[in-house]
């Protein structure tokens, strides 16, 4: 008899899955950016060449192989792709897993493995129980973003994505970049009228929502020009905070507790629908 799991308990025992990878591996006295230990210890084989199309990374499961490209230079895009391609290691090697994955998610198997090899790798990186002491200390906000970026050597997607994925409350997370885009491209319309049609939008590139939230906030979408999220791209990196509508794509949506913040080019955005619960 085949048994299905819902994807949320999928990605829950990738989680554990991480946690006792990054276990095992404090246990054996390495550190998590030691990937020569790391590899030998699991019996994976390490190589650095030149990928095409500026992949950063990639696992040979035939050969048990890593790779990853000699010409990233980066240190937390580096960091992620490892511990990417050592979870894809650890899953196929994980008959349980192994089996849910593809008895519930055949149609859609490849995609689901990289969810979850994303899943994994954010919690070595960033293991979740440190990620919840250090917003104990200093606040579950889009504040303390830059901070972890640098203490894990992380991009600033893989911590705000791991943050509310293992937030103890229901909260929402939006990620958006500003998008300039011309209302209409008459060619007949003189450039002074052209020139008023254009605006700069903020589109929706990434979303997630902690393991609470009942519903999903649709990527791709163009944030309202009326919405406060735009107050925080103009915010000059500013932590804004206030009251502000879930955009969720059907429109329907109430004001919940609003922090935004403008970093590294991209809009970050949590929206608290209850507030933090610190055990």
């Excluded at 390495?30 to 500026?54: A, Q, S």
């Excluded at 919690?123 to 901070?147: C, K, N, W, Y």
């Excluded at 003189?190 to 589109?203: D, F, M, P, S, T």
């Excluded at 009942?214 to 999220?229: A, E, F, L, V």
Aim: aromatic content about 12%.
């Amino acid at each position: 008899m085949i048994e299905w799991v819902a994807e949320r308990e999928l990605i829950r025992r990738a989680r554990d899955l991480a946690k006792w990878t990054r276990h095992e591996i404090d246990e054996a006295g390495l550190k998590p950016d030691d990937f020569e230990g790391i590899t030998h210890k699991y019996g994976v084989t390490l190589c650095w060449e030149r990928l095409p199309n500026n992949n950063p990374g990639c696992y040979i499961k035939e050969e048990r192989k890593i790779v990853l490209n000699r010409s990233e230079e980066l240190p937390e895009r580096i960091n992620f792709t490892f511990d990417h391609e050592l979870m894809h290691d650890r899953i196929e090697h994980n008959d349980d897993l192994l089996s849910l994955l593809a008895d519930s998610y055949i149609q859609s198997y490849e995609t689901m493995i990289e969810r979850l090899c994303d899943t994994g790798a954010a919690e070595l990186l960033m293991p979740s129980d440190d990620i919840q002491a250090i917003v104990r200390e200093h606040g579950f906000s889009t504040g303390t973003i830059p901070m972890l970026c640098h203490r894990y050597s992380a991009s600033s997607i893989a911590v705000a994505m791991q943050m509310v994925s293992t937030a103890s409350h229901h909260c929402y997370l939006v990620i958006a970049v500003p998008h300039y885009v011309r209302q209409d491209d008459d060619p007949s319309m003189l450039v002074e009228v052209k020139a008023e049609k254009a605006q700069w939008q903020l589109v929706m590139l990434y979303t997630s929502a902690s393991p609470s939230a009942k519903y999903w906030i649709r990527r791709g979408q163009t944030i309202p020009s009326n919405h406060t999220m735009y107050a925080a791209w103009r915010g000059g990196g500013e932590v804004v905070r206030c009251y502000a509508r879930i955009p969720f794509a059907s429109g329907n949506g109430w004001d919940v507790d609003f922090d935004a913040l403008y970093f590294r080019s991209k809009i970050f955005a949590f929206f608290n629908l209850t507030f933090p619960v610190y055990r």
